[in-house]
C-alpha cells in the first residue's frame, strides 16, 4: 500500500539543528519530496531527492534517504524562527504513473529563542 | 510570485450551493492537479489532468467534477456542496515526466 509517516510537532531552540523524519511504503517512487507550507501560503517545493541518492545538501538543507528502511529525512542547520512552518514529505509511488504524490500529514516545526 | 493563481482565496457558502474553483498558471506546464489539505490528514488528490483532453480521477473525487478549459487553466466544481467538504484546496502543475508539482495559494473554503 502506498502510506507515508511523519511525526506532526518538532520544538527546536533558535541556532540548534531540527531534524524532521519521515517514512513511505513504496519502493518504486523514484523522486521522495520536502515541501513547506507557511501559515496561509501554498506548499513551497523545498527539495527532492532522486532514489538512487543517499544524501543532497543545498544550503543549510540536508536531506537523507535510507532507501533499505525507505527513511527519510530532512535536517535543517542553523534553524532560524522563519523557518518555523508544516514540512511536508512526499512520494511519487510508480502505480500513479509517478504523478500521484502521496503525502505525510506534515509536522509544524516551532522555532523558540 | 504567482506562477499558479487560484481564486477566490476564501470562500463561506451554505449547503446545497454550486461552488467553482478556478486555477490558472503562467509556468507553461501540461499537468494539472487538484488536492484538499485537511488538518492531520495531509493532502489527498481529487482529480488530475494531463492535457486539455484529459482527466483523471484521483483517490477522492467523489462530490466533484472538473473541467480543463485550456492548457493553462483547470476548474473544480462542487455541484452540491456539503459540510465536509470543508477544507483548505489547492492546485498543482508540473511538467509531463517525473517532476515536481508546483502549487498555488490554496483556496479556503467552508460550508455551512
Known amino acids: 500500500g502506498e502510506d507515508v509517516e511523519q511525526s506532526l510537532f518538532l520544538s527546536v531552540r533558535e541556532g540548534d539543528s531540527s531534524v524532521i523524519n519521515c517514512t513511505y511504503t513504496d519502493s518504486s517512487s523514484t523522486y521522495l519530496y520536502w515541501y513547506k507550507q507557511e501559515p496561509g501560503a501554498g506548499l513551497q517545493l523545498l527539495t527532492y531527492i532522486f532514489s538512487n541518492m543517499d544524501m543532497k545538501q543545498d544550503q543549510r538543507l540536508t536531506v537523507l534517504l535510507n532507501k533499505k528502511d525507505k527513511h527519510l529525512s530532512l535536517r535543517i542547520a542553523d534553524t532560524q524562527t522563519g523557518d518555523s512552518a508544516i514540512y511536508f514529505c512526499a512520494e511519487s509511488p510508480r502505480t500513479g504513473g509517478y504523478n500521484k504524490l502521496i503525502f505525510g500529514a506534515g509536522t509544524r516545526l516551532a522555532v523558540h529563542p | 510570485d504567482a506562477d499558479v493563481t487560484q481564486t477566490p482565496r476564501n470562500r463561506i457558502t451554505k449547503t446545497g450551493k454550486r461552488i467553482m474553483l478556478e486555477c490558472s498558471q503562467t509556468k507553461g506546464h501540461d499537468r494539472m492537479y487538484w488536492y484538499r489539505q485537511d488538518p492531520g490528514l495531509g493532502l489527498r488528490l481529487i482529480y488530475y489532468?494531463?492535457?486539455?483532453?484529459?482527466?483523471n480521477k484521483g483517490e477522492i473525487s467523489d462530490g466533484y467534477s472538473v473541467s480543463r478549459q485550456a492548457q493553462a487553466k483547470f476548474s473544480l466544481s462542487l455541484e452540491s456542496a456539503i459540510p465536509n467538504q470543508t477544507a483548505l484546496y489547492f492546485c498543482a502543475t508540473s511538467k509531463v515526466g517525473n517532476q515536481p508539482q508546483h502549487f498555488g495559494d490554496g483556496t479556503r473554503l467552508s460550508i455551512l
Open positions: 489532468s494531463f492535457d486539455v483532453k484529459d482527466i
